[in-house]
């Protein structure tokens, strides 16, 4: 049992190039959701899924995209890299029902020059 | 709008004592509460939760209080050990919402 499985886990990307975060989890959890965490601001939501096929913004979603095509991955693609979006992401998972604590990954640091 | 919040950035402790971590939050509609340990270079990892119908919560080690008439939220560990040195989070869900709103967090260093 894996957990959440993040790829890569570290990243340089050049201004303008293109690339997409792997998220993968076996625990069969319905939601996942994408965090950047950037010093002093704590967690924050790009997208999140509460099931296959089924995608939603969060608090900071621009220039950022998602999928999920089946219940493990979700991965997350940076359409234009640019500066500002360098940072740390976390991908986590948890149930929908019950109880609401997420698994996380153990992140991909991003870094765009 | 309304946002989760912590009152002091970092926390230093000997080890053995007890640590106390703060966190207010200001949005009354919250309905679920969640403390985070992060270490570095690693993601966040639960620690223990709470209900808003709840004022207490104990698990090892760790006891979680919430005060909702002053929207105060405390993670106490007892007799704190290097192993604690970590980032704390809290967390807070909204009754009418899915998902979670992370505070800032605090640092939490133990002295041997």
């Known amino acids: 049992n894996a957990g959440v499985t993040q790829t890569p886990k570290f990243q340089v990307l050049k201004t303008g190039q293109s690339m997409t975060l792997q998220c993968a989890q076996d625990?069969?959890?319905?939601?996942m959701s994408w965090y950047r965490q950037d010093p002093g601001m704590g967690l924050r939501l790009i997208h999140y899924?509460?099931?296959?096929?089924?995608?939603d913004q969060g608090e900071v979603p621009n220039g950022y995209n998602v999928s999920r095509s089946t219940t493990e991955d979700f991965p997350l693609r940076l359409l234009s890299a640019a500066p500002s979006q360098t940072s740390v992401y976390f991908c986590?998972?948890?149930?929908?029902?019950?109880?609401?604590?997420?698994?996380f990954g153990s992140g991909t640091r991003l870094t765009v020059v | 709008g309304e946002n989760v919040g912590l009152h002091l950035p970092t926390l230093s402790v000997q080890e053995g004592d007890n640590s106390i971590i703060n966190c207010a939050y200001s949005?009354?509609?919250?309905?679920?509460f969640i403390w985070y340990k992060q270490e570095s270079g690693k993601g966040p990892q639960f620690i223990i939760d709470?209900?808003?119908?709840?004022d207490k919560r104990q698990g090892q080690r760790v006891t979680v209080l919430l005060n909702k008439t002053v929207k105060h939220l405390s993670l106490q560990i007892a007799a704190t050990q290097p192993g604690d040195s970590a980032v704390y989070f809290c967390?807070?869900?909204?009754?009418?919402?899915?998902?979670?709103?992370f505070g800032a967090g605090t640092r939490l260093t133990v002295k041997p």
């Open positions: 986590a998972s948890r149930r929908d029902q019950g109880r609401y604590g997420y698994t």
């Open positions: 625990m069969n959890h319905e939601y």
């Open positions: 899924s509460v099931g296959a096929g089924i995608t």
């Open positions: 949005n009354s509609a919250s309905d679920y």
């Open positions: 709470i209900r808003s119908n709840m």
């Open positions: 967390a807070e869900k909204l009754a009418d919402n899915n998902d979670m709103r």
